[in-house]
């Protein structure tokens, strides 16, 4: 089925520091997502992303939506303890109700 | 806004007994919902598509007489394990789309871990 490559797959990183993470596929997606789960809970929505190009920002986040529609970036500025989780991107493709997940990227930050 | 629940957050069961999950949208009507399977250290596995008032969707490899997915109003799905057996034990989680067409956006609840002994 379709598959999302995400990477990293892991970050460890200095509190402070900035983070960058990213999902290509060789599919175009009509949207974008961007998800952040904490240990036994449920992910929960960063981002959304609606148009090829789309630049948007929540806070600290910055997540694109790549031109070519087949790629997307999420960006992390001055990182804190509590971005400390799982990301995940996932991908809707045209016509579908279901998301494609990527694998996760699991940031840990040093103190 | 956007808000999904799940009840129960956690259940231990015993092998044989089934184990009904309920997801709801609490501030927003949902057409579809979905179920996830979701393993240590793993990526979510979609389980299946819930479409209010129409049978569910599985995806392959899910037996949907095991995974019993009931959409009975626009705000509750209910997911029933039937027959659990340790097999069975995971975090499930249940996911609401708010929106139409290309604004649709998937809003997760807190997952339910199940352990069956």
């Known amino acids: 089925g379709q598959q999302l490559n995400q990477s990293p797959q892991s970050m460890f990183i200095q509190e402070g520091e900035d983070v960058s993470m990213n999902c290509t596929s060789s599919?175009?997606?009509?949207?974008w997502l961007w998800y952040k789960q904490d240990p036994g809970e449920g992910p929960v929505l960063l981002i959304a992303?609606?148009?090829?190009?789309e630049l948007t920002s929540n806070g600290r986040l910055t997540a694109q939506f790549g031109i070519t529609r087949k790629d997307s970036f999420l960006n992390i500025s001055a990182s804190i303890p509590s971005d400390v989780g799982i990301y995940f991107c996932?991908?809707?493709?045209?016509?579908?109700?279901?998301?494609?997940f990527g694998q996760g990227t699991r940031l840990t930050i040093n103190p | 806004g956007a808000v999904v629940s799940q009840h129960p957050s956690w259940v231990i069961c015993k092998s044989g007994t089934s184990v009904k999950i309920e997801c709801r949208s609490l501030?927003?009507?949902?057409?579809?919902m979905f179920w996830y399977r979701q393993f240590p250290k793993q990526s979510l596995m979609l389980m299946a598509t819930?479409?209010?008032?129409?049978?569910?969707?599985?995806e392959q490899g899910v037996e949907k007489d095991k995974f019993l997915i009931n959409h009975a109003s626009l705000t509750l799905s209910t997911l029933t394990v039937t027959s659990a057996h340790p097999e069975d034990s995971s975090f499930y989680i249940c996911?609401?789309?708010?929106?139409?067409?290309?604004?649709?956006?998937?809003?997760f609840g807190p997952g339910t871990r199940l352990l069956v002994l």
């Open positions: 996932a991908g809707q493709l045209t016509g579908a109700q279901k998301l494609v």
């Open positions: 992303l609606y148009k090829a190009g």
């Open positions: 819930s479409n209010e008032g129409s049978k569910a969707t599985y």
């Open positions: 599919s175009i997606f009509n949207t």
């Open positions: 501030d927003f009507q949902a057409t579809t």
């Open positions: 996911s609401a789309t708010e929106g139409a067409g290309r604004r649709e956006t998937q809003y």
